[in-house]
């Protein structure tokens, strides 16, 4: 089993950054694919990025370039810097990992605004 917990969302003006955090229980933690989903409301969820166990990343095109993903292994942890924030990033973010089945974290709220 693996637990999944977020901190670091919150109020930001447009322009503005925040580095997002999910700390991970599990012995498993290293074999499996972390990410960051976000769903804003009334869209579906969609995926913002993620990173393999070997540290391969992948981006939305909405965010590249101003988002970095970034996992530490021997913590548990995996985090999500995003800069140059705008109002459609408003949304609840979900970390999200993948071993064999899909575990989520209970989601943190990223709202931008002037």
């Known amino acids: 089993q693996v637990q999944l917990g977020e901190s670091g969302g919150g109020l930001v003006q447009p322009g503005g950054s925040l580095r997002l955090s999910c700390a991970a229980s599990?012995?498993?933690?290293?074999?499996?694919?972390m990410g960051w989903y976000r769903q804003a409301p009334g869209k579906q969820r969609e995926l913002v990025a993620f990173?393999?166990?070997?540290?391969?990343?992948n981006y939305a095109d909405s965010v590249k370039g101003r988002f970095t993903i970034s996992r530490d292994n021997a913590k548990n942890t995996v985090s999500l810097q995003m800069n140059s924030l705008k109002p459609e990033d408003t949304a609840v973010y979900y970390c999200?990992?993948?071993?064999?089945?899909?575990?989520w974290g209970q989601g943190t709220q990223v709202t931008v605004s002037s």
């Open positions: 999200n990992y993948f071993f064999i089945r899909n575990y």
């Open positions: 599990g012995s498993i933690f290293s074999r499996g694919t």
């Open positions: 990173i393999t166990s070997g540290g391969n990343t």
